[in-house]
């Protein structure tokens, strides 16, 4: 096959369809930008559930006056109840899953609440008495947080046993639904792009009809008249897949890192060095893609 042949019959076929080439390479770069864009936040929510797990924490909530529980019945949690707490949580039983633990008191409570509702009238008529002294309680291992829960749910003096790790996963929850949601918008994309690149190739041999002819009268292969249309295909997806890989690292480098890190920065971020996974896999996808699209459309043309 001789290779400067197949080549000027693929830039003549870009040439001739240039307006369809154009639409291919935008639709590519959409498709395949949301398929960046899912991958991304995939990573990103990892990353933050790695961050965030590992300083989730256990809190046990000691009764107050004010409540009605039946472990409280409204009487503050008495210095007996909270030592029974901070010697269960120092025993050699419960030593190997807890890693660190410290006591609040009420008022170390209305402190850091005082200061994270700064501002808001509901301060002023908060007493220490009515917020819980708490338990902290870091966990060597948070996936046995279990463990805590039942040790000290229903005990003397506690009111209630909370897990951060549970209202994490609703969080996560959430986002993993976003991501699959953008994987799904991205999946629609690529089967429109898969079609529009089918509908190019066919237009393009279309176009070349007469020299197609010519060709099958000297004998050439299917193989050698194949090629340069699947070579169109995948040269305009090729460069739509460039397109969505720049855009994918410019999110991450200006979006997530040029932003997000600097305005909300309580969290982990990808960064830019892992994001470089992406433009392989997209490159990748509209490569495959695009040829599959391509060799599928001139096989049913040269069947007519």
């Known amino acids: 096959m001789r290779v400067g042949l197949v080549l000027g019959e693929v830039w003549n076929g870009l040439r001739r369809n240039m307006s369809v080439v154009i639409s291919v390479i935008l639709v590519t770069f959409v498709s395949l930008t949301f398929v960046g864009a899912a991958i991304i936040m995939q990573l990103q929510v990892q990353q933050m559930k790695t961050f965030w797990y590992d300083r989730a924490q ?72 009515q917020l819980n002294q708490t338990f902290w309680i870091k966990l060597s291992d948070p996936s046995r947080s279990d463990i805590i829960t039942e040790t000290f749910s229903g005990i003397p003096g506690v009111q209630s046993v909370s897990d951060q790790r549970s209202l994490l996963d609703r969080i996560f929850l959430f986002l993993g ?52 249309f699947i070579l169109e295909g995948i040269i305009a997806a090729l460069i739509g897949a460039v397109l969505a890989s720049v855009a994918s690292v410019a999110i991450v480098k200006f979006f997530v890192q040029g932003f997000l890190a600097r305005e909300i920065p309580f969290t982990s971020y990808i960064t830019v060095e892992q994001s470089l996974i992406v433009p392989p896999i997209l490159i990748l996808v509209g490569v495959v893609l695009s040829a599959i699209a391509a060799k599928i459309a001139i096989t049913r043309y040269l069947r007519v």
Do not use: W
């Open 58 to 129: 256990v809190a046990v909530y000691l009764c107050t006056d004010y409540d009605q529980s039946a472990t409280c019945s409204g009487t503050d949690a008495g210095e007996d109840e909270i030592a029974a707490v901070q010697d269960a949580l120092e025993s050699e039983t419960l030593a190997p899953y807890v890693e660190d633990f410290f006591f609040v008191s009420h008022e170390e409570a209305l402190k850091e609440f005082t200061k994270q509702f700064k501002g808001n009238p509901i301060v002023e008529i908060t007493k220490a008495d």
């Open 177 to 228: 639904a976003a991501s699959y949601t953008a994987i799904a918008i991205a999946g629609l994309m690529l089967v429109a792009a898969m079609l529009l690149i089918s509908t190019t190739i066919r237009l393009s041999a279309f176009s070349r009809r007469r020299e197609i002819g010519i060709m099958r009268l000297v004998g050439a292969s299917n193989r050698f008249i194949q090629t340069p």
